[in-house]
């Protein structure tokens, strides 16, 4: 008796262990996408990654009029510290009761930039296939409500605010430079 093959309709690609994702350069990617995004919207060119990475001006004895904090290197007179974050998909609306989570992590390092500087931050954070988010100190929703002319939806948690990073880059520009 002749045996006959089974064929096997299955696909085994999922099964396969996911290649490694090099966060350096997926962030790296983000930053300069995110440059951009503010070159293109305030007509200029001077929005850029930071050398090296967003702790060179923890991590190297510069002047202190050469320190650059944050990941983009900005104008002059621009209002923030600019934080870009790429991922962290592991993150929901659950995080923001966790102390622990990446989510406080990353504002934590932002606000100490912000103290070193003596400016504002922003985290610009977008997960992956989600849209663009900002979050910021929720000190400016008074500001932001007097330079749009539109109400925007938002999320307000402890002492921050969460906008979706188009609808600020709405904002008139006095909003966003001093």
């Not at 070159?39 to 510069?62: I, V, Y």
Request: net charge positive; with cysteine.
């Amino acid at each position: 008796m002749m045996s006959k093959k089974i064929k096997d309709n299955c696909d085994l690609e999922a099964l396969k262990p996911k290649k490694r994702v090099n966060s350096r350069a997926k962030g790296q990617s983000f930053e300069r996408k995110i440059c951009k995004f503010l070159n293109s919207r305030f007509e200029t060119k001077e929005f850029c990654r930071t050398p090296g990475s967003g702790a060179f001006a923890t991590t190297h004895a510069l002047p202190e009029y050469l320190k650059i904090h944050g990941d983009l290197v900005t104008p002059k007179n621009f209002r923030f510290i600019v934080e870009c974050k790429k991922g962290y998909n592991k993150e929901n609306l659950s995080s923001l009761f966790n102390d622990r989570s990446a989510f406080y992590t990353f504002i934590k390092q932002c606000e100490k930039d912000s103290q070193r500087a003596g400016v504002p931050s922003i985290i610009i954070w977008q997960q992956d296939r989600n849209e663009i988010l900002a979050i910021l100190n929720n000190q400016l929703v008074d500001d932001i409500t007097l330079y749009s002319n539109k109400e925007y939806k938002h999320l307000i948690f402890n002492k921050y605010i969460i906008y979706k990073f188009k609808d600020l880059l709405d904002l008139d520009n006095d909003f966003w430079f001093t």
